[in-house]
C-alpha cells in the first residue's frame, strides 16, 4: 500500500535559517504530493502541492520539488520566521474506486526561535 | 464565510458512553472524511463519504460509526466499543475527486476528545 516517510522532530532553527524537511514516499503509478502546515491547537491548511513528476510547488517562501526518481518531496524555505512554528505533514494522494484519498506522513514539528 | 465547523472543541466522556461528534460544511463539497490523530502517528482515516447517503470505513473504523443524510453534514459517533478513544478528531471535506485531478481537503479546527 501507500505510504509515506518524513524525518522526525522536533526540529529547531534560529529565525533566519535554511530550513529542509525531507519526505519520501511509496506509491504505485502517479500520486500527487502535498504538504500541510497544523498551527498549535488548529486544524490542517494545505500549504503547497505537486500533481505530476518535476512539478514545483510554492507558497510563503516554503518550496517543495515532485522527484519520481528519488520518490521525494522535500520542504524548503531559504529563511524561517518565528511565525513559521507548527507541524508540517508531508502527504499524497492517489484516486481508487472509493474516490481520492490522502495518506499523511506522522508529521515533523519545527520550532523557530530569536 | 465557507468552511467547516466542528462542535464541540473539548469533549469528556466517562468510559463506556457513546459520543457524538458535529461536523458541518457550506462549502457544497460532494465529498467528507474523518480522521483521528494521535501523537507521533500522524492522521489516519476513520470513514469518508462520496456523497449523501453513502459512506465508506476507512482504515481504522473499528469503534466508530457516521452517518450522511444530508450534504453538509457528516457526524461521527465515537462508541463504548472502541478501547482507546481519546484523541484529536479532524473533519476535512473535498469536492468529488476523479481519476484526472485531485481536489484539495479542507480541514475543520478539530475536536480534543478525552475519555475520563
Known amino acids: 500500500g501507500n505510504s509515506v516517510t518524513q524525518m522526525e522532530g522536533p526540529v529547531t532553527l534560529s529565525e533566519e535559517a535554511f530550513l529542509t524537511i525531507n519526505c519520501t514516499y511509496t506509491a504505485t503509478g502517479y500520486p500527487s504530493l502535498f504538504w500541510y502546515v497544523q498551527y498549535p491547537g488548529e486544524g490542517l491548511q494545505l500549504l503547497l502541492k505537486?500533481?505530476?513528476?518535476?512539478d514545483k510547488g510554492s507558497n510563503k517562501g516554503f518550496e517543495a520539488t515532485y522527484r519520481k526518481e528519488t520518490t521525494s518531496f522535500h520542504l524548503e524555505k531559504g529563511s524561517v520566521q518565528v511565525s513559521d512554528s507548527a507541524v508540517y505533514f508531508c502527504?499524497?494522494?492517489?484516486?481508487?474506486?472509493?474516490?481520492?484519498?490522502?495518506?499523511f506522513g506522522t508529521g515533523t514539528q519545527l520550532k523557530v526561535e530569536l | 464565510d465557507g468552511g467547516i465547523t466542528q462542535s464541540p472543541k473539548y469533549l469528556f466522556r466517562k468510559e463506556g458512553q457513546n459520543v457524538t461528534l458535529s461536523c458541518e460544511q457550506n462549502?457544497?463539497?460532494?465529498?467528507m472524511y474523518w480522521y483521528r490523530q494521535d501523537p507521533g502517528q500522524g492522521l489516519r482515516l476513520i470513514y469518508y463519504s462520496q456523497i449523501v447517503n453513502d459512506f465508506q470505513k476507512g482504515d481504522i473504523a473499528e469503534g466508530y460509526s457516521v452517518s450522511r443524510e444530508k450534504k453538509e453534514s457528516f457526524p461521527l459517533t465515537v462508541t463504548s466499543a472502541q478501547k482507546n478513544p481519546t484523541a484529536f478528531y479532524l473533519c476535512?471535506?473535498?469536492?468529488?475527486?476523479?481519476?484526472?485531478?485531485?481536489?484539495?481537503?479542507?480541514f475543520g479546527p478539530g475536536t480534543r476528545l478525552t475519555v475520563l
Open positions: 502527504a499524497l494522494s492517489q484516486f481508487t474506486g472509493g474516490g481520492n484519498k490522502l495518506t
Open positions: 476535512a471535506s473535498s469536492i468529488q475527486g476523479n481519476f484526472i485531478s485531485y481536489n484539495e481537503q479542507f
Open positions: 505537486a500533481t505530476k513528476a518535476d
Open positions: 462549502l457544497n463539497h460532494d465529498a
